[in-house]
């Protein structure tokens, strides 16, 4: 790229940045110290903010540019992405988003450990919460140094390992200093401008084919090199039965891992009432449903008007289609609108990114605080000590962070992310469904159900194509995958849902009936919530 995109795009990210900057430290200054400030805001966000906050997020850069990327280049099979991550928001609002709100504190193991025997819970829990976490912080991170290498000239393997060292650096003082009030205002910040941005650019590729999306389908189909089958079902999924069963993987972690994401359940304690976590939802399924009907038209759109080799040359993943429409849409690299239309898009990019690790980075210091460190110590842990416990394991979750985001470049966003709802869907899902509506559910039952989803996943990715054996993956120049599905939701969601079952039957316990009762009526009516 030249010069002036470089300028342009790093003033604009550096903008948001010193703005970031300045709410975290503004709300640093007005926080009392206490758990209830860092982990849930003060639980003083109405459902709109909330809204805003959970589609900020949401809509991560998997989304924004692991999406539109795998849309460009797979065409139908891409959109799978898009359908699956708002499907997934209905088993959230029906399911999930009240019971929670009501049965916790502020994280997942609370609802678990309402009935359960609490230490084991927590620390099997809090385990699950930070590995998902850890997996999805690896995507926003590969998704940092692939947008900052194509700003950079695409070559520039050092100026992509400082980007990931940069934005692991700011989550960690994002979450530090500011906690979840900082971070709610930064997601709803980023929102605002992300769906800006992407109504901007789907208005743009619409114009370019005058409203004729018939014609930007074709005009796809034709450069994309395989004619009407881009349009059609199997062009990624649909060679052998491998592929075939991928794709119902895919499609099973997608639609049922959302609501086992700690960051987005997190979200759910930041508002006052039950009620409230519903209005949020309802919110976020309205802005997030509109993001993801305009994530097709900008993939299309990128096959249509770039073209799919073009986009595989910048990054072989298609993680870098949406900035190349921006530049074309604009005007081309040498032309003032493609130049500054570039330059908005990568740093709403940057800024998506920003704002998501520091969400899913507060999630997992609150997991690492409130469930393992407190289920450590002898004696309960006092709130202040902590908070200060969170602040420090977000030191230590960005380094991890860091150097699996580093080792994982090349590698699409979206891909990464599948990976991490497989495994919410395998050990955090089952856990929290049996908590909430199985009466016998015991604290074995509970325990079995997070490992035994939680370890087959994690066992079946390290020995799949992601890791080795093949051209694409992690160490290419090694072999031991012996399990054929990139992605193991098919095998590991059941085994976690099996697993809580035997556990269960197998327990010498019996479970308490007056707490599952006392539960029941706290998640359905919201009475002796916090």
């Not at 309205?286 to 770039?306: E, P, R």
């Not at 200060?388 to 891909?415: C, K, P, S, Y």
Request: overall charge neutral; hydrophobic content about 55%.
């Amino acid at each position: 790229m030249t010069g002036n995109h470089q300028t342009l795009a790093l003033l604009l990210f550096s903008a948001f940045v010193a703005v970031t900057l300045g709410i975290t430290t503004w709300v640093s200054r007005h926080r009392h110290g206490s758990a209830e400030e860092f982990y849930a805001g003060g639980r003083l966000f109405s459902p709109m903010e909330n809204g805003f906050a959970i589609a900020g997020d949401y809509m991560s850069a998997a989304s924004f540019l692991g999406i539109s990327g795998l849309i460009a280049l797979f065409g139908y099979d891409g959109m799978l992405y898009s359908v699956g991550f708002l499907v997934a928001w209905l088993v959230v609002l029906f399911l999930v988003a009240e019971l929670v709100r009501n049965c916790g504190r502020f994280t997942l193991a609370d609802v678990v450990a309402a009935r359960m025997s609490e230490r084991p819970v927590r620390i099997a829990a809090g385990t699950s919460s930070v590995t998902v976490s850890v997996l999805y912080l690896v995507a926003q991170m590969v998704g940092a140094g692939s947008l900052v290498a194509l700003l950079l000239g695409g070559t520039s393997q050092a100026a992509q390992s400082w980007t990931v060292i940069g934005v692991g650096a700011l989550m960690v003082i994002y979450v530090s200093l500011g906690g979840m009030r900082a971070t709610t205002w930064i997601q709803i910040v980023k929102a605002v401008l992300l769906l800006g941005g992407t109504v901007a650019l789907t208005v743009l590729v619409l114009v370019r084919f005058h409203g004729d999306v018939d014609q930007l389908l074709l005009t796809a189909a034709e450069r994309s090199g395989h004619g009407q089958s881009f349009l059609a079902p199997g062009l990624k999924y649909g060679g052998d039965w491998t592929a075939r069963l991928d794709f119902i993987s895919l499609g099973l972690a997608l639609v049922l891992g959302t609501a086992g994401l700690p960051h987005i359940l997190s979200r759910f304690y930041t508002v006052p009432t039950a009620r409230a976590a519903r209005r949020s939802v309802v919110w976020s399924i309205g802005l997030i449903g509109g993001f993801y009907l305009m994530t097709i038209v900008l993939g299309f759109g990128a096959a249509a008007i770039v073209g799919p080799e073009t986009v595989r040359g910048s990054n072989a993943a298609g993680n870098t289609a949406v900035p190349l429409l921006a530049l074309d849409l604009g005007g081309g690299a040498d032309s003032t609108g493609g130049t500054v239309l570039f330059a908005i898009v990568a740093a709403v990019a940057f800024a998506t990114i920003l704002a998501v690790v520091a969400g899913i980075t507060l999630a997992s210091s609150a997991s690492v605080a409130h469930d393992l460190y407190a289920s450590l110590r002898r004696r309960r842990a006092r709130p202040r000590s902590e908070v200060a416990v969170a602040r420090t394991a977000a030191v230590g979750i960005g380094v991890i962070a860091i150097a699996l985001g580093l080792l994982a470049r090349d590698l699409n966003v979206a891909f990464l992310v599948g990976l991490a709802f497989a495994v919410a869907a395998s050990a955090n899902l089952p856990v929290l469904l049996y908590s909430l509506f199985w009466r016998g559910f015991t604290t074995r039952g509970a325990v079995w159900s997070v490992y035994g989803g939680l370890i087959p996943a994690m066992a079946l990715v390290l020995l799949s194509p992601v890791v080795s054996g093949s051209p694409e993956s992690l160490f290419p120049g090694v072999d031991f995958q012996y399990f054929p599905l990139q992605n193991p939701g098919l095998v590991s969601i059941p085994l976690g849902f099996v697993a809580g079952w035997l556990g269960t039957v197998t327990s010498a316990e019996v479970a308490d009936e007056a707490k599952h009762a006392e539960t029941e009526v706290r998640s359905l009516t919201g009475a002796g919530a916090v």
